[in-house]
């Protein structure tokens, strides 16, 4: 079946630093991947997606390359801020051939991201 | 336009109670999602709607869970009777019917957290 996988958390880091929160896939078909974020007190929101191979996604100074040849979707972001502070989830989507999407999502377990000053 | 809506946000129940969720969709998606996060774990998804019909319910858990979606609008989850490996947070998304895209963006509502004692 369909399985995402991420980095473990938390993960604390200073204001201006680099950010990488990993992040790979098992899946069969052509599925999209997505990043969603969840601020506290909030719903997920789609931060970012790739549909097929190549592809990069980015939002916000967040980036992510889908990767096939790893099955990989790696989330950076050069310089984070304190804003940043959220749970990031990986997902993916499973689509047909014809592009047809299946619809639910399969996620990761989250990754809690804190920012200090 | 409001976003997708969860009540109540939170709920606390004894073992062998009842609690029914509400989840109401933006407006004009016939795609309704229900998924679970349990203890810190994955998003795990329970069932898709599409309109007043059940187009996936393979993750629901077991027989003590009922959603319905009577006229294609808001949707219930009813859990009878609760155990106490069903506390955890509920959210409801909500997508529009994909067309020609692959991918099919779902817009989360804020989630209820059920505590069952």
């Known amino acids: 079946g369909n399985s995402v996988t991420q980095m473990e958390g938390p993960v604390t880091l200073s204001e201006e630093a680099f950010l990488t929160i990993n992040c790979t896939y098992t899946a069969t078909g052509y599925p999209s991947l997505f990043w969603y974020v969840q601020y506290p007190g909030e719903g997920l929101q789609l931060l970012l997606k790739a549909t097929k191979a190549d592809d990069k996604g980015s939002n916000k100074g967040f980036e992510a390359t889908y990767r096939k040849e790893t099955t990989s979707f790696h989330l950076e972001k050069g310089s984070v801020q304190v804003s940043d502070s959220a749970v990031y989830f990986c997902a993916l989507s499973r689509a047909n051939a014809g592009g047809t999407s299946y619809g639910k999502l399969t996620f990761g377990q989250g990754t809690i991201l804190t920012v200090h000053p | 336009e409001a976003g997708v809506t969860q009540f109540p946000s939170h709920s606390v129940i004894e073992k062998g109670q009842t609690v029914t969720l509400r989840c109401d969709p933006i407006s004009g998606h016939d795609n309704l999602y229900w998924y679970r996060r349990v203890m810190g774990k994955e998003i795990k998804f329970l069932l898709h709607f599409v309109k007043e019909s059940k187009q996936d319910e393979s993750g629901m858990p077991n027989n003590r869970f009922l959603a319905e979606r009577t006229g294609g609008t808001y949707s219930t989850l009813k859990v009878q009777p609760a155990e106490l490996e069903d506390s955890g947070v509920y959210f409801c998304?909500?997508?529009?019917?994909?067309?020609?895209?692959?991918?099919?963006?779902?817009?989360f509502g804020p989630g209820t957290r059920l505590t069952v004692l």
């Open positions: 998304a909500s997508s529009l019917q994909p067309q020609g895209p692959p991918y099919n963006e779902q817009f």
